[in-house]
């Protein structure tokens, strides 16, 4: 369509606009936390959900909690490809980890939150929450 000009970056990539992201944000169920843990870098998956702009998620683990409890800076991607068809593409959020402690957000997380992939440990959980400072996608079509 003549009308249907959409930006691309540098590579040709396709730029999502803010809509495109959150809309895939909240599409696919499992995502990827990336964060400094003992000065390297690790990247977890996680099941997630979409509070505002903000990613959330439950977690029993200590260092993804001590990451939110340190205000580190994170990176939170999900991404979608088809092999077949060469197409695809990714979203990135980068931010600032906390801990979701007020009482009343917990029980909203916990009432839309999805169905864990990993069976419910003992342990409590505690939400963790990326606070978002920037959200940029691309798509490969």
Request: charged fraction near 30%; charge should be negative; include cysteine.
């Amino acid at each position: 369509m003549a009308g249907d000009i959409r930006p691309t970056d540098h590579t040709g990539l396709r730029v999502l606009d803010l809509d495109e992201c959150l809309a895939r944000l909240v599409e696919v169920p499992v995502g990827r936390f990336a964060f400094q843990l003992d000065g390297e870098l690790t990247v977890l998956p996680v099941v997630h959900t979409l509070d505002g702009i903000d990613v959330c998620f439950r977690t029993t683990g200590d260092s993804k909690i001590q990451a939110a409890v340190d205000h580190d800076r994170v990176a939170f991607e999900v991404d979608q490809f088809d092999a077949r068809t060469r197409t695809g593409w990714s979203v990135l959020v980068q931010g600032t980890a906390t801990v979701v402690d007020d009482d009343e957000d917990v029980r909203r997380l916990d009432r839309v939150a999805r169905v864990p992939w990993v069976p419910p440990h003992e342990a409590a959980s505690t939400w963790v929450r990326v606070r978002t400072q920037s959200i940029t996608g691309r798509a490969l079509v």
